[in-house]
Nanobody, 123 residues
Framework: QVQLQESGPGLVKPSQTLSLTCTVS????????WSWFRQATGKEREFVAV???????DYAESVKGRFTISRDNAKNTVYLQMHSLKPEDTAIYYC?????????????????WGQGTQVTVSS
């Protein structure tokens, strides 16, 4: 059973940088696609960024140019580096994995989820 564990919660000020880490264990996941989603209070969970086994990436329009997703296969880890953070980036951030390498931008397309980590952007 694949398990995902996020780390790197934080409280930061607007315009600052924060990095999240998702550590993966428990399965053969070389060809998976990996995503970050987020959910703000009172809102639906939304796509943030995705990367597949070949390193192809995509981002939500709201974070393009500010967020970077990456992966380290040797460490079984997926990262989300967030620059120029805004108050509207405040949410619980979730790491997710799906068993195929093509992209899906909806939560229902993912097989495995982490427990989520809180990111708060406030002055």
């Amino acid at each position: 059973q694949v398990q995902l564990q996020e780390s790197g919660p934080g409280l930061v000020k607007p315009s600052q940088t924060l990095s999240l880490t998702c550590t993966v264990s428990g399965g053969a996941y070389q060809y998976y696609a990996w995503s970050w989603f987020r959910q703000a209070t009172g809102k639906e969970r939304e796509f943030v960024a995705v990367i597949n086994w070949s390193g192809t990436k995509d981002y939500a329009e709201s974070v393009k140019g500010r967020f970077t997703i990456s992966r380290d296969n040797a460490k079984n880890t997926v990262y989300l580096q967030m620059h120029s953070l805004k108050p509207e980036d405040t949410a619980i951030y979730y790491c997710a994995a799906r068993k195929v390498s093509n992209f899906d931008y909806t939560p229902s397309g993912y097989n495995y989820w982490g427990q989520g980590t809180q990111v708060t952007v406030s002055s």
